[in-house]
């Protein structure tokens, strides 16, 4: 597995995905926003957490256009697999690759706390390690996360089996408690049409060692190195 | 020429932002209002002084950046 970051103005969770990716045992490069090509033979392009470009005009919409993206909508169209974690889902539905956008959270605030999740499905590249329905422990850190799209688009993802994660309690019921940004339908992450690009506000890359408070995101980096 | 862009979220959209201002609003004892949207203005100057062509490239702004279509609308006013 060769995975290739792409590194924005204030983006600050490169390192973190990067060490994530690493310990499942796949190579990592960096590749900064005005790269026009990803490096040959990679396997997975990765959106990192972060700020880009301070969250003006609305969150990872400026990034949304930076020249890397269009070389990570072509490894896309090609099948290729793409990761957005928190500002890189922003930026994934921001640049079209994933249909919505994460509006501001319901209550205002900006929520940093650990957070539950189903896992939906186990049959993608980003979950076989996970069973489905299993419910994981990782974390959150947004003020705009909360994910919108008209029910059309609700519909299509939820029929076509698009939706990764939802914001759940430790027993993987979907409550309001448990759904803090006020997401339609407690959605945490979402899937192209080909399952090959995944979105997904909660960070896993927090969780992959127990030193620093829990393993369960683990999963998601040895199911993309398998 | 001068130009004024007016970007609103669409009808139905959740807007936090407009509701913490709405409650605060009426917290400082401004009564009546019922309602509180939150938008953007960008003033924008362009080189181009036909304003149909201004237009076009100023639509075209609106489209590929400005504006996130899912959830706001845009005004595009020539001054």
Known sequence: MRAAIVVFPGSNRDGD????????GAEVVKVWHTDTALPAGTDL??????????????????AGRAAAMDAVRDHAA???????????????CE??????????NVDRRFICHRQMLRV???????????????????????????YFADPET?????????????????????????NRNGSLNSIAGIYSEKLNVLGMMPHPENFVEGLIGGVDGRGLFESLAA | MK?????????????PQGKAIEAALSSFGISGIEG????????????????????????????????????????????
């Open chain 1, 17 to 24: 995905v990067a060490r994530a990716l690493r310990l499942a």
């Open chain 1, 45 to 62: 392009a990765v959106l990192p957490g972060g700020f880009s470009y301070g969250d003006y005009l609305r969150c990872g919409a400026i």
């Open chain 1, 78 to 92: 090609r099948g290729g697999l793409v990761l957005g974690i928190c500002n890189g889902f922003q930026i994934l």
């Open chain 1, 95 to 104: 640049s079209g690759l994933l249909p919505g956008v994460l509006m501001r």
């Open chain 1, 120 to 146: 939906e499905r186990a049959d993608t590249r980003f979950t076989s390690a996970y069973a489905k329905g299993q419910v994981i422990d990782v974390c959150v850190a947004h003020g705009e996360g909360n």
């Open chain 1, 154 to 178: 609700i519909s299509r993802l939820e029929g076509e089996g698009r939706v990764a994660f939802r914001y759940a309690d430790a027993a993987g019921e979907l409550t309001v408690d448990a």
């Open chain 2, 3 to 15: 130009a004024r862009i007016i970007v609103t979220l669409k009808t139905g959209v959740l807007d």
């Open chain 2, 36 to 79: 509180v949207r939150q938008g953007k203005v960008f003033d924008v100057e362009i080189a181009d002084t036909d304003p149909a062509s201004a237009e076009a490239i100023l639509k075209s702004a609106c489209e590929k950046l400005l504006a996130n279509t899912v959830v706001e609308n845009y005004e595009i006013e020539i001054v």
